[in-house]
């Protein structure tokens, strides 16, 4: 740890690794989001192990969901990227997904968030946009955020991202986030490496450190 103009700095994955300046987030594991995934199952437990690994060590958690508005209330934003990922050339084949209360929506039950760990619910891909995220991490006086869940090519990365422009130090849980498509999961890997701002590690190391809280 560095000490500098009355801050202190961490340098190494373990300092980061604090339960007094880290949060955990575990981004968008929801039905209808994990039936799409190839080894669904196989990112659940391990999501659920850093979940447990955290929670015994007084990790403060957060989770989100993603949900898409009806098609009368979506924006042009939504119904564009709705369409790319639908594969339709008109919004009116567009087809409704994760709803709002739908069974899709909800958390996969392995995950059952605890009365202490708050759910927000986004209609944008950074868990920060239109969230209380950012709010509720700097008024806990937490410094950085390790992230698991789904997808790293798609919504994590973007987090990550913003992130660390607002200043908090993201740690991505690498095996305990899982993707579509593995090839452009590990683009979205060395391009988050390459920028700096963020650290990676596993679920293994990860859980190891908490076990030492």
Known sequence: MQHAFGLDIPETLQEVCDPARLAL???????????QLPNGAQITQRVATVLQAARAAGIRTFFTRHMWLPREAAGVAQLRTAMIWQRVSRVANLQP???????????????????????????????FVGTPLETALRDAGRVA???VGVALEVGIEPT???????GFIPVVVTDACG?????AAERSLAGLA?????LQ???ATFCALMGRR
């Open 194 to 198: 390459f920028a700096g701002g963020s």
């Open 97 to 127: 997904v994760l709803l709002r209360d739908s069974p899709e929506f909800q958390l996969v039950p392995e995950l059952s968030p605890r009365p202490s760990e708050p759910i927000f619910d986004k209609i944008t891909m950074s868990a």
């Open 25 to 35: 987030l575990v981004y968008d594991m929801q039905v209808g989001v994990m039936r």
């Open 179 to 183: 993707a579509r498509v593995p090839a």
């Open 145 to 147: 955020v390790a992230i």
């Open 201 to 203: 590690t596993d679920s």
């Open 160 to 166: 990550v991202r913003h992130a660390a422009d607002l």
